[in-house]
Every structure is written in structure tokens, then in C-alpha cells.
């Protein structure tokens, strides 16, 4: 291979390396959410840097399949959950 081509992968690995890095140490928290919702039932982690982040994305992530629609979704997101475990890092 030529140097030229050589140094274009290694500057893009380097950056892909940046971005995964930038992104996992930002993520500090992480929290397991299970939601019951219309007789159906579902758990879902997600990770933030705050735990009140982690668990509304968590929420989020567990009230899809369980829904049909922005007002179930909502109506969802705003209940209380069955579980909530959060680890910090």
C-alpha cells in the first residue's frame, strides 16, 4: 500500500477510536427498567451520565413495545415502573 493510504486509515481509525471512547466515558450510569402497561410487560437498560437520564431513557426504550401510539407511549413514560435497578460506573 502506499504511505499516503496508510496514514488516511490510521487517522480514521484513530477518530472511530476518539468517538467510541468520547461516547462510552459519558455514560456513567446504568439502569434496568421494567414497565407493565395494558396487561403487557417489558424490561430495558439504557446508560447516561445521570441516573435520572439512564432511567427515563430506560423507561422509554421498555414502553415501546408495549405500546400503540403517542398516547400510549406517554401515558406510559409516565407511570410508575414495576423495577428500577440502576448501577453506577
Excluded: W
Amino acid at each position: 500500500m502506499k504511505p499516503k493510504t496508510l496514514l488516511t486509515i490510521a487517522v480514521i481509525l484513530i477518530f472511530a477510536a476518539f468517538l467510541a471512547y468520547s461516547t462510552l466515558s459519558a455514560q456513567r450510569v446504568t439502569c434496568t427498567v421494567c414497565v407493565e402497561f395494558n396487561g403487557r410487560s417489558n424490561c430495558a437498560a439504557a446508560s447516561h451520565d445521570s441516573e435520572l437520564e439512564a432511567a427515563r431513557s430506560a423507561q422509554t426504550t421498555a414502553c415501546g413495545p408495549v405500546t400503540s401510539g403517542m398516547n400510549d407511549a406517554i401515558a406510559c413514560g409516565n407511570r410508575v415502573p414495576v423495577s428500577k435497578k440502576c448501577t453506577s460506573k
